[in-house]
Structure formats: structure tokens, C-alpha cells
């Protein structure tokens, strides 16, 4: 049986998530795969979700709903609540994922490339410390499966709108020509949610990035470019466990 989904953050008890392959995807949007929710263990957790206009504004969400619920004009949703299920939909832009460890906040962004250019995971991470108190030494970040570098060609005018942003972006872009003669440019947009991060504070080694490429890995993915459009998108979830007081983990937390 082919597997669903990919852990995220599996190596903290504190919290659950993950990002579905295409045998996990869905026509249009999967924010009721109630079979992959449980499968992965996020229970009756309620489904909070943006309705990604490849913006930058991030949602906070202080109490659970009591219904699943869509949060307009919003690319990412952040939250301190236990039975709360973040979640975003993708076909080649990047889920980013962010956890506090200490304070026990969550997040997770949809980041096409006009989001990534609109630094929306420094957003994210700016909201985190003002709604929630989170410290930028305490968030780990996790930079999902999405179109790479390799397969994100782009013309001069998306170019242009990240190269005259970050004098980095040299180190993260390549020239090619096709056959027509035209420049094509490469963009590396995890490797530009990378370097924003850890400018915005974020410790490197609290940043991981996931290696696959939604685009050139057809065995495991969907893909919008790959497939010239497509209407299966694959989800991205995040949830925070719940953690009864005086538990080994809350334990370990004091100490």
C-alpha cells in the first residue's frame, strides 16, 4: 500500500504533522481527508484553514472553532490551541512549517514564489512573537516538499522581483537558454525561505529542508507545472498533542 503522507516535526512528542503524497491528494481541496487526519494522528483535531491568495497576511487563531473553518484572504495560520488542525493545500508551492518548542505555538504558510518575495515565513515568525511571546531561539522551522530549484523556471520579470529585493540572490538563481534563444531563470525559492529565516533569527540548525521536489518526482507527487495545471492538490497539516500536565514531556520541559 502506497504511503499517504510524510512526518513532519516527528521528533517532537509536542506536536504532529505532515504533507501528503498524490496517494494522500485530492480533486480540488483536501481539507476534509478525515482518513489521512487520523491516519496521521491528529485525531478530531477541527481543520483551520487560509484560502491562499499568495499573499503574506498570517491568521492568528486563539480559541478552537467549533466547525472547520476558512480564514479569507490569508496565506498562513498560526495558534497556541491543542485540537486545532492547521492546514494548507499545495501543488508545487512550499508548506512551511513552524513549531515554538517552549511556548508551544504553532504555524504552518502556504509560500508560492509571490509569497516567499513577500517574506511570508518571516511574517509568520514576527506574528508568532507578537501573538503568542514566542522567542525566535525557541522556533523550529521546517521548509516542505515543493518545487526546487531545478525545476522552478521562471522569465526575467519573477526574477527581477526577488533579485532587486536580497543581494543573495545570485547564489540562489541559474541562466539557462532554450531553444528559442530566451533566458530562462532558475529560482531556488526553499533556499530563499532559508536565507530570510535565518536573517529574521532563526538558528540554522532549528531549519530543516525537506529534499523533495514536487515537480520532478512524479512517483510521490502532484504537480502543477509538471502536469501543465492540475486540479489534485496535496495537504500540509499541523497539530499541537495534547500533553496532560505532569506528563514524562511536560516533566522534561521544567528540568
Known amino acids: 500500500m502506497e504511503k499517504k503522507y510524510i512526518d513532519v516535526f516527528s521528533r517532537f512528542k509536542e506536536v504532529g504533522g505532515f504533507f501528503s503524497?498524490?496517494?494522500?491528494?485530492?480533486?480540488?481541496?483536501?481539507?476534509?481527508?478525515?482518513?489521512?487526519?487520523?491516519?496521521?494522528?491528529?485525531?478530531?483535531?477541527?481543520?483551520?484553514?487560509?484560502?491562499?491568495?499568495?499573499?503574506?497576511r498570517i491568521a492568528v487563531v486563539s480559541r478552537p472553532p467549533e466547525e472547520p473553518l476558512s480564514?479569507?484572504?490569508?496565506?498562513?495560520?498560526?495558534?497556541?490551541?491543542?485540537?486545532?488542525?492547521?492546514?494548507?493545500?499545495h501543488a508545487d508551492?512550499?508548506?512551511?512549517?513552524?513549531?515554538?518548542?517552549?511556548?508551544?505555538?504553532i504555524g504552518l504558510v502556504h509560500a508560492g514564489w509571490r509569497g516567499t518575495v513577500a517574506?511570508?515565513?518571516?511574517?509568520?515568525?514576527c506574528e508568532m512573537e507578537r501573538a503568542f511571546g514566542s522567542g525566535?531561539?525557541?522556533?523550529?522551522v521546517y521548509i516542505g516538499p515543493g518545487i526546487s530549484r531545478c525545476c522552478f523556471?521562471?522569465?526575467r520579470e519573477v526574477y527581477d522581483e526577488f533579485a532587486g529585493k536580497w543581494s543573495f540572490m545570485p547564489q540562489l538563481t541559474?541562466?539557462?537558454?532554450?531553444?528559442?534563444?530566451?533566458?530562462?531563470?532558475?529560482?531556488?525559492?526553499?533556499?530563499?525561505?532559508?536565507?530570510l529565516l535565518e536573517a529574521a533569527g532563526i538558528a540554522p540548525e532549528n531549519i530543516e529542508v525537506s529534499p523533495h521536489?514536487?515537480?520532478?518526482?512524479?512517483?510521490?507527487f502532484c504537480s502543477y507545472r509538471r502536469e501543465g495545471g492540475t486540479y489534485k492538490r496535496m495537504g500540509a497539516g499541523l497539530w499541537l498533542n495534547y500533553q496532560p500536565e505532569g506528563s514524562q514531556t511536560a516533566e522534561k520541559e521544567e528540568k
Open 21 to 56: 503524497t498524490k496517494y494522500g491528494a485530492s480533486e480540488g481541496y483536501p481539507y476534509n481527508r478525515r482518513d489521512i487526519f487520523k491516519e496521521a494522528g491528529a485525531g478530531e483535531a477541527v481543520p483551520v484553514w487560509p484560502k491562499q491568495v499568495h499573499g503574506n
Open 71 to 89: 480564514i479569507e484572504d490569508t496565506d498562513g495560520v498560526i495558534t497556541n490551541q491543542e485540537k486545532v488542525l492547521l492546514t494548507t493545500v
Open 93 to 105: 508551492c512550499l508548506p512551511v512549517y513552524f513549531f515554538d518548542r517552549k511556548r508551544k505555538v
Open 119 to 125: 517574506s511570508i515565513a518571516v511574517r509568520a515568525v
Open 136 to 140: 525566535r531561539e525557541d522556533i523550529n
Open 153 to 155: 523556471e521562471t522569465g
Open 174 to 195: 541559474h541562466v539557462k537558454i532554450n531553444e528559442a534563444g530566451e533566458e530562462k531563470y532558475y529560482i531556488d525559492l526553499k533556499g530563499v525561505n532559508l536565507r
Open 213 to 220: 521536489c514536487t515537480c520532478c518526482e512524479p512517483e510521490l
